[in-house]
Each structure stands twice: as C-alpha cells, then as structure tokens.
C-alpha cells in the first residue's frame, strides 16, 4: 500500500521523473543496471537485504546517487546506521507526500532532511542536557551533515576519512569545521568532543 501511494504520487508529479520501483533490495539491484538514478528513497525492513545495506551498495556503485531512507523505525541505531551507510536523509512514513516531495527537492540540491522527531532524537544522543530547562539553544541549530560530521569526528575518524566517507574535500570538511565551531562558540575538537559525550 505505501510503495503504491508513492507510485501513483511520484509518478504524477512534475518534478521528479520516476524511473523504476523494487519490492526488495534484490530486485532493485537487479533493475538497475547501468541506468542513472539521482536519488533512491528506500525503506529500511526490505525482505532480504536491508535498506541500510542498500544504501551501502549504492553509494560504492554511484556516489552522486543520492539515499534517503524512509521508514517507520525511529531508533538511533538505524538512524545513525544509515548515515553511515551514506544516506543523505531519513524520513518517516508518518511525512506527509507533498513535504516529501519537498525534502527531496532540497537532498537534490545538496541539503541532508530528517523528520523532525528524528532530528531532535540525533541532536540529543550526542547532548544528553537536552532534556533539561535550560537548554543550549546552540546545540540545535547544526544542521543533519554536520551532526553526521560530529557523529564521524566523536568516533575518532580524521578530516580525510570524513571527506572520503561523504565524498568530498578535506577542504569542505574544514569549511563545515568551521561552521559548527562558530555556531557551538568553541575552538577545537577537544572542546567539541567534550560538548557532545556520548551518553552512557
């Protein structure tokens, strides 16, 4: 029933062009081809191979094809599993059609979306202080590629390894360095590491 709303929605919209629909990862795999596809929009619990595994595939075969995953599996351990795997996105099923439209729309044009319950929940798994009155109102304007950076930093990885693992320049980490920084008022990794400690 959902893979037929998104049929009949996607296949009459007017700014997307659908190229073709999978009810597994196999089958996707198989239809593909040498076929260029801009963006995948994937639920997470496929028969066989998993959406996150998906995602992985994608990404080696074609790094300019964009993965949102879409789902109603709002835990942090998929979540971040997908992320990641290189998804640039992760909505729920619950997200009306036309703002998915929406969000696409704006991964096409190089933006990261998440639902906004999805958001939060990241942003509050690397600041356990969220949940308190008073709450650093810094913490929440990082934007869901720079949580993604945080989330790669917080696990030891280096500049190149972020830029390798989004398909960017070393230059381009340092930019969104920059930017997280400015919005945290820190100065260094070891202030940002601090700022956002895993909960235990």
Not at 67 to 95: E, H, P, R, W
Request: charged share 25%; glycine share 6%; hydrophobic share 40%.
């Amino acid at each position: 029933m959902v893979l037929d709303a998104l049929v009949e929605f996607f296949g009459a919209s007017q700014l997307f062009d659908l190229c073709l629909t999978a009810n597994s990862a196999e089958d996707f795999m198989e239809q593909w081809g040498d076929q260029r596809i801009d963006l995948l929009l994937s639920d997470i619990g496929l028969p066989g191979k998993s959406g996150i595994e998906t995602a992985w595939f994608v990404k080696r075969k074609s790094a300019s094809t964009q993965v949102v995953m879409y789902t109603v599996f709002d835990d942090k351990d998929a979540i971040f599993q997908a992320l990641c795997a290189g998804a640039s996105g992760y909505l729920l099923k619950n997200t009306p059609l036309p703002k998915i439209e929406e969000q696409l729309l704006e991964v096409l044009n190089g933006g990261s979306v998440m639902s906004p319950h999805v958001a939060r929940m990241v942003i509050r798994h690397f600041n356990p202080f969220l949940d308190r009155a008073h709450t650093p109102a810094d913490a929440e304007l990082l934007t869901p590629r720079e949580i993604e950076i945080v989330s790669m930093l917080q696990n030891g990885d280096s500049y190149k390894q972020v830029a390798e693992g989004f398909h960017i320049s070393v230059d381009t980490v340092k930019f969104h360095i920059r930017n997280i920084y400015s919005k945290l008022h820190i100065n260094s990794r070891a202030e940002l590491m601090n700022r956002y400690k895993r909960p235990k």
